[in-house]
């Protein structure tokens, strides 16, 4: 199969004559989390650096990790090891060299952090390592629950005292300018009002990822894959796309928020049970509650379907009041719901949390277009293969961050005139399109049609449903961030559909109910797709 995008890849966002404010940078960083914080500062060491913040300079996916950085800092650890557990996770589809490197690179990176100011959990000196899901060994460094904030602050204060970094909270990066030459920087709703020209000569992509995609998600309402889209409307090639993470263990009650509870939590002993009180994933895995992240979701719903429960159970009384120690983040999400998580049991469901594919990025963050660049959730680094290993997130966006922000700082050259792609007007106003609406109905799709588990009926349903609303939303003029959410939204669930359709196996975090093995012989490759191409298979290099 072979698509054009909708609405605004088909289109010329800023008309020739158009007088746009410009603005010259070195180093273009989209987005505000681990990674581009990380490109930013290493890129700020040879030029001028302009981020773009979508939110506020803390609002990003990763500020919401609650787990932690998983690095081989302890004694009884080895790099072979973090290796060996990554590649397992990863389900064959992992490229060895880029995972040597972030396991290598990953120790030297935390670390650092801690001489910037980190503050991570230890005892007499020495970090306190937690096991998590996937791993052989304690080696996930964490700030209690709220790792992610704790790297964020960490890094967000280093680059307030940078004085070669701007960064534009509020910067909503509509769509890349390019020309043959590559990309030339973005076109960017400055304060979410004001559109301007922010030419570049190298852009990165740190947009993180598209949990909105989906109904039920831990993800921020930011995660819209605007990065993903944005890239495949420049025709850079896009890769695995159909793996999607699903955590296990989100809180599920009426009313709430669906809040991540972090996979630490059965690290430390907690136990998920049924109505029963049954702890029913030894069923599904001799290593129960600390299975790879996507048996467990599996686990979940099979055993829901059978039982006809609405939900599992995280249970924690039997740790004691520590609990509250160890975990005060979740402790105060669970407090206005009058849960004690040292006494009560949290009722929990699996939901959409991390996009394991992306835009194709070399081993120093390269994509197939010239001067752009990509790193962190929005990347495929080939660190992750089908599944992604816990708390190996936080560390590649470190890793990748830094060594793209090296390549960007190395091959910068001299700005060019920037260029959009597509053609010009649009046919109907933006006031014709609830785009709330639609917004809902393509997570609920998406949910339905491509979640955990899915089948060809189910793929073909939601492909048919998003080329109809596809056919409509491409006739709309939108104006605004919210319009081109939705426009994003709808190009990312169209890549993920025919990706899923094409892969006619199980592996990872891909489930197909008529496919339920694995395929070596045909699919133990990557899939890659590209604006105007079909859908093909990229052979694993390592």
């Not at 990066?173 to 559109?195: E, F, I, P």
Request: glycine share 12%; aromatic share 6%; charged share 25%.
């Amino acid at each position: 199969m072979a698509w054009n995008p909708p609405g605004v890849p088909r289109r010329r966002l800023v008309a020739s004559d158009a007088r746009l404010e410009v603005v010259d940078v070195d180093t273009l960083v989209i987005g505000g989390g681990v990674a581009g914080y990380s490109a930013a500062l290493a890129a700020a060491e040879h030029g001028k650096v302009l981020v773009l913040a979508k939110d506020t300079m803390r609002e990003s996916n990763s500020d919401y990790a609650q787990g932690g950085v998983a690095a081989v800092l302890g004694e009884e650890d080895s790099i072979s090891a973090h290796v060996e557990d990554t590649l397992t996770v990863g389900a064959g589809l992992c490229e060895s060299e880029a995972v040597r490197i972030v396991v290598a690179e990953g120790p030297r990176r935390v670390r650092e952090l801690i001489e910037w100011g980190g503050r991570f959990d230890s005892e007499a000196g020495r970090l306190q390592l937690a096991l998590e899901g996937g791993h052989s060994q304690r080696r996930v460094v964490h700030a209690k629950d709220e790792t992610g904030a704790e790297v964020q602050r960490t890094l967000v204060g280093r680059i307030r005292r940078d004085p070669s970094i701007t960064v534009w909270e509020f910067g909503f990066a509509v769509d890349l300018a390019v020309d043959d030459g590559g990309c030339t920087g973005a076109y960017v709703l400055k304060d979410r009002r004001d559109l301007v020209l922010v030419r570049a000569k190298n852009t990165i992509l740190c947009t993180g990822g598209c949990g909105r995609l989906f109904r039920e998600t831990t993800n921020p309402d930011i995660a819209t894959g605007d990065g993903l889209a944005m890239a495949f409307r420049a025709g850079a090639r896009i890769r695995d796309v159909e793996f999607f993470q699903f955590h296990p263990t989100t809180l599920y009650i009426a009313g709430s928020a669906r809040h991540l509870i972090t996979e630490a939590v059965r690290g430390e002993g907690g136990h998920l049970v049924d109505e029963k009180g049954e702890r029913f994933t030894f069923r599904y895995h001799p290593s129960g509650e600390l299975a790879p992240r996507d048996v467990v979701s599996r686990a979940i719903v099979s055993h829901l379907a059978s039982t006809g429960g609405s939900c599992v159970y995280l249970s924690l009384a039997h740790l004691g009041e520590r609990v509250h120690t160890l975990f005060p983040g979740i402790s105060r999400t669970l407090k206005p719901f009058r849960l004690d998580l040292a006494k009560d049991r949290i009722p929990v469901l699996p939901s959409a949390h991390y996009h394991v594919g992306g835009v194709e990025a070399d081993l120093d963050g390269r994509t197939s277009v010239p001067h752009l660049f990509a790193a962190g959730e929005v990347a495929s680094s080939g660190l992750h293969g089908a599944n992604r290993l816990a708390s190996n997130s936080l560390l590649e966006g470190l890793v990748f961050g830094r060594r793209a922000g090296e390549a960007m700082a190395a091959t910068a050259g001299a700005c060019r005139d920037a260029a959009s792609n597509g053609a010009s007007s649009r046919d109907l106003p933006g006031s014709v399109l609830h785009v709330g609406d639609m917004t809902n109905s393509i997570r609920s799709l998406m949910w339905r049609g491509a979640g955990i588990m899915r089948n060809e009926d189910s793929l073909r349903n939601a492909l048919s449903r998003l080329e109809s609303w596809d056919d409509y939303v491409s006739q709309v003029d939108f104006r605004d961030a919210r319009g081109w959410e939705l426009v994003n939204l709808l190009t990312v669930g169209l890549l993920v559909v025919e990706a899923a359709l094409w892969r006619r196996e199980s592996r990872g975090t891909h489930f197909r109910t008529d496919f339920p093995e694995k395929d070596d012989g045909r699919f133990r490759a990557h899939s890659v797709q590209r604006l105007g191409h079909s859908i093909h298979a990229q052979p694993i290099s390592g």
